[in-house]
């Protein structure tokens, strides 16, 4: 029988999705309060590998990666994923945007073995978390390279995406 412990702290990471830049600031200021500072932020690169979120999200979507300090405990994956579904209906009754869905937030956390995204739907791959939210492992760290599955987004296979998860997988490391 192995023994209950407490599990390893992690890396938040909250990929913010808009065409609005006001709606990437927003994002970032309202993580912050809740989070604690921002630890690194990726660019905010084109989001071009799929439409969709075209139909309620709009065309021109950029996506940026945004990490913070402390680490957090991973059990609370649900409660946060809850949270930035609030903070997305919020931007959106605060803001009058032409789309119904001005900002997307998903969020996860990076290990330095993987990367963890959390959502609200079942798939075969997801594992309840409870809540109401699923988790999955989107990348792998193997072989000195992030490793993708079936079921990977095509957005999480781009080279640019994974350097960033690299700089975050450094910073973990100290």
Known sequence: MGNISQPTP?????????RYDEALAWAEQRAT???????????????????????????????QFLTFQPLIDP???????????????????????DEPRPLNLDPGYLTLAKLVLASTKDHAHRIYLGQGIYAETT???????WQASSWTYPDYRREDFQAFFTQCRQAMRG
């Open 10 to 18: 992690v890396l938040l990471l909250i990929a913010v999705s808009s």
């Open 75 to 97: 059990g609370r994956l649900p409660e946060i994923k809850i949270a930035t579904n609030d903070w997305e209906q919020e931007f959106a009754e605060q803001f009058e945007c």
């Open 139 to 145: 990348l792998n760290y193997r072989s000195r390279a």
């Open 33 to 63: 309060r809740e989070f604690g500072l921002v630890l690194l932020k990726s660019e905010a690169f084109a989001f071009t590998e799929t439409d969709y979120y075209q139909a309620t999200m709009g065309e021109g979507l950029k996506k």
